[in-house]
């Protein structure tokens, strides 16, 4: 061995004896913690500052970051190497750091290699400064290469390369082997308080989860065998599609078998995916039992932004928000803070800290999310691109496994999240404002705009019927992607680019043997897209919120963003286009529309799915369960299972009346529900329920129900409106109490707030009536389901029309027997309930009682 290699080695060597020699560490059976996470969160962690700034979310493209990058490696010379796999194990503090990534490229320079760290950017490449999270990521990637080369010496370099023009400049350095090693232990360092405090909760958290027992003195009948199952699931890292009668207590025999995974190893992390508030509290509940029990675990319960913003207006920028400013120069210390200190961080909670420590509930609770074992939030932060957990690495996604409560809302709701449409009135108020402006806006505005004008005609020329196509319009995407590509210029040179004042950074999340992202970067660009200060800089002479062209200030910089998004997402779409899509143009009351409409969502949503371990879609009204198993892109390895009513079938009544709800003859139908509704009500002091398929009919119906003569006059009537409030909602329900001393009836709309989610146990509900079969209403999108089924060689009728409608009155009527002790009646009003078509979706135990009463009356 030579002296260089010699002395290499010996370094090498004292990287690994040294902190423990430093820190006096002894030596034990027990093996030190492993903190697995990638290069690039570690640094970007350590190197956490700034401020947030939505207005430049997203900006950067995945495609457009790697053409750079690509364009850069190209010009490579022959002995050079590109996307190098680089990896360590580092002892320091106490714990074994295994840092990973890839560099992005290897250079055979002389005296020794350089290491090349590429960054895109659209900023001035003149007075564009070098950013320390940059030299960071690099010389990790220089460490790990010299080590595992024996290199005393190594180069390091930052190539920024301007995303349209493709110019670059390039920092360059040379260092030692030591001064890596001094750099790297630095970094170590600012990251192992995190990791320790994450070593001592999953400690505790293990210790917890094995002795915990079900947290109820018994299991319901079906609960055990529901708990058995989603083990196994998460046990072989495959599916289950569970339906599970109301009251069962879904909730906790999906939980509590997710948290013994955890215990057991098979997994780090579940998410608790709802479409609803109430079933995200009902998580939350069943968390609480269990820590009632001793458990220990932290979960965080995510708020949608609108809802927890504390602002009187959502403006997610430092100028306007106090939260934002600086909210990545304290993020760190709020999570450690709360995770210190609290375990199931509820919204309530989310709250406290963030006031504590100034910064963005929203935000926080994302960021707070990267570090839990359990999150509770929509299924938007899986399944739609937009929104969900990028920072959610393959590794974290095997360890993960998936909850998705009421899974019967996914399928309609994965249409809307990989559909996408354009409107006229945003691009003709850009053409208009930017006329003088930035060329480039103006131009991409305008052809836009010219597109829906010659759409408009020829949709007056189709007899002003909407057109409908099964190709993509290829001409609009061009001019979507022209639009972009000159929004983003506007936008992003407005703001300072990618290295404007903006965060760079994240929340560190990893721990154990699962690599993890950090969280901070939410809702800000990452380092080669960080935000800026402002609009100056657009227009000359323009500044702050005025910038762009025209005096529209906050409102013209609205629609530029509104627009840029609705872009995005509609060019997002477009690479996903195939058979199972269809493109329709229409006039609305109000301008025009280009919709790209998914209509099977089935194999979208498997790939979205995909990575995790496991995946349990459960729901009381998964029937029939191999259609949801077809529209949730089920695989032929996963598992059903279907669980029969546990209560006792006389507590229930189901009675059917065979009024007409049709359309046709809804004019007719006023007076006989009204009828029977003032019948119903007045047998049994209590509280009800009667659900309509819309808010007209439900008024029509209200009306004459007024007008009947000999109705109690104590009886209460309550209306569901369409604009109500939470709080309202929350007051709605707060009026269904027990007692029966006087008679309450509320009026709801099938498939609204009311008619899902809600549990009225007891005598807070005895009577549910429905009106009508719940059929969406007739028009162009389930049309083109129907008939877009039925050439697939499926009942497109049934797939359009009857199932979702159906779901809805097996969902209203799930509203009444929540307990064991509950016992109520449901009236189902319309002569359809006697067709077998649509008799065959009612539950067993509703046909059951509807035969006893059948026998009852001879």
């Not at 957990?389 to 393959?394: G, L």
Request: net charge negative.
């Amino acid at each position: 061995m030579d002296e260089t290699k010699e002395k290499a080695a010996e370094e090498r060597e004292s990287v690994q004896r040294e902190p423990e020699l430093r820190d006096g560490e002894k030596q034990t059976e027990k093996p030190p913690y492993t903190v697995a996470l990638p290069v690039r969160q570690l640094v970007e962690y350590v190197f956490l500052s700034g401020s947030i700034d939505s207005r430049m979310q997203s900006m950067e493209s995945l495609q457009e970051g790697t053409k750079a990058h690509q364009r850069i490696q190209e010009t490579y010379g022959e002995g050079d190497r590109k996307e190098v796999y680089l990896s360590a194990e580092i002892f320091c503090d106490g714990l074994v750091f295994a840092v990973d990534g890839r560099c992005d490229g290897l250079l055979a320079t002389e005296p020794a290699p350089t290491i090349d760290e590429i960054k895109s950017t659209r900023a001035d490449l003149a007075t564009l400064e070098d950013k320390p999270v940059h030299w960071a990521q690099a010389l990790f990637y220089a460490y790990m290469y010299a080590r595992d080369e024996g290199l005393p010496a190594i180069g390091i370099q930052l190539t920024y390369v301007h995303k349209d023009t493709g110019e670059t400049r390039r920092f360059h350095r040379e260092t030692s082997f030591g001064e890596l090693e001094e750099q790297v232990m630095h970094i170590l360092r600012q990251y192992a308080p995190y990791a320790k405090l994450k070593q001592r909760h999953e400690e505790t958290r293990d210790a917890s989860i094995h002795a915990l027992a079900f947290p109820f003195d018994h299991y319901r009948a079906g609960q055990r065998k529901l708990a058995g199952a989603v083990y196994k699931t998460i046990g072989e890292g495959v599916s289950l599609y569970a339906k599970a009668p109301t009251g069962i207590g879904k909730t906790i025999s999906t939980t509590y078998p997710a948290i013994k995974a955890i215990g057991g190893g098979l997994l780090k992390r579940l998410y608790y995916l709802t479409a609803r508030t109430t079933t995200r509290a009902a998580a939350e509940d069943a968390l609480r039992h269990m820590q009632n029990r001793g458990l220990h675990i932290h979960s965080v319960t995510i708020t949608a932004k609108d809802k927890i913003c504390f602002q009187d207006e959502v403006r997610c920028d430092k100028e306007h928000c106090p939260f934002a400013d600086g909210y990545y120069d304290r993020i760190n210390g709020a999570i450690l803070d709360m995770l210190e200190h609290e375990t199931i961080m509820s919204r309530a909670t989310i709250e406290q800290y963030a006031r504590k420590h100034t910064v963005c509930p929203f935000e926080m609770s994302l960021d707070a999310a990267y570090a839990s074992d359990a999150v509770i939030c929509d299924y938007n932060y899986v399944f739609d691109p937009r929104i969900s957990f990028k920072r959610q690495y393959a590794e974290g996604k095997k360890a993960t496994a998936l909850l998705v409560d009421e899974a019967h809302n996914l399928v309609d709701r994965a249409r809307d999240i990989f559909s996408a449409e354009l409107t006229r009135w945003p691009f003709q108020t850009l053409q208009r404002e930017q006329k003088g402006g930035h060329r480039g806006l103006y131009e991409a505005s305008k052809a836009i705009n010219e597109y829906f004008v010659a759409l408009r005609k020829s949709i007056e020329d189709n007899k002003d019927k909407p057109i409908v196509s099964d190709m993509l319009p290829d001409e609009l995407v061009k001019h979507a992607e022209r639009f972009a590509l000159a929004a983003e210029q506007v936008l992003e040179g407005g703001y300072g680019g990618a290295f404007g004042q903006g965060a760079t950074g994240g929340f560190g999340v990893g721990s154990g043997s699962m690599a993890s992202a950090p969280a901070g970067t939410s809702g800000a660009p990452d380092a080669s897209g960080a935000s800026g200060a402002g609009l100056a800089g657009v227009i000359p002479g323009a500044s702050g919120a005025n910038a762009l062209s025209g005096s529209r200030g906050d409102e013209g910089d609205t629609t530029l963003l509104d627009a840029y998004f609705a872009v995005q997402q509609f060019l997002r779409t477009a690479k996903l286009y195939d058979e199972r899509f269809a493109t329709f143009a229409e006039v609305t009351r109000l301008d025009m529309r280009v919709k790209l409409f998914c209509m099977d969502p089935s194999e979208l949503l498997k790939e979205a799915a995909k990575g995790y371990r496991s995946h349990v879609y459960f729901s009381a009204t998964l029937t029939p369960v191999r259609y949801y198993m077809d529209m949730l892109g089920a695989s032929e390895q996963d598992y059903t299972l279907a669980l029969p009513s546990p209560f006792e079938s006389e507590r229930l009544q189901v009675d059917v009346r065979p009024i007409s709800t049709r359309y046709q003859d809804r004019n007719d139908s006023y007076g006989p529900i009204a009828e029977l509704i003032a019948d119903t009500v007045g047998k049994r002091k209590g509280n009800y329920f009667v659900f309509f398929p819309s808010y007209a009919y439900m008024k029509d119906v209200y009306d004459a129900y007024t007008k009947l003569e000999g109705t109690d006059p104590r009886a209460v009537v309550k209306l569901q409106r369409t604009d109500m409030s939470e709080e309202e909602r929350d007051a709605f329900l707060a009026d269904f109490q027990p007692g029966g001393e006087r008679t309450l009836v509320g009026f709801a709309v099938l498939g609204g707030v009311f008619s899902e989610g809600v549990d009225l146990p007891g005598d807070r509900l005895i009577g549910v009536i429905v009106v009508g079969v719940g059929l969406p209403q007739l028009g162009l999108e389930r049309n083109l389901l129907r008939d877009f089924f039925q050439r697939e060689g499926k009942s497109g009728y049934d797939y359009a029309y009857v199932i979702p409608g159906m779901n809805k009155v097996l969902q209203a009527g799930g509203r009444l027997i929540r307990t064991e002790t509950d016992s109520g009646t449901i009236t189902l009003v319309d002569d359809r309930y006697l067709q077998p078509s649509y008799r065959r979706l009612l539950p067993e135990e509703w046909l059951a009682s509807l035969a006893n009463e059948k026998s009852r009356q001879g």
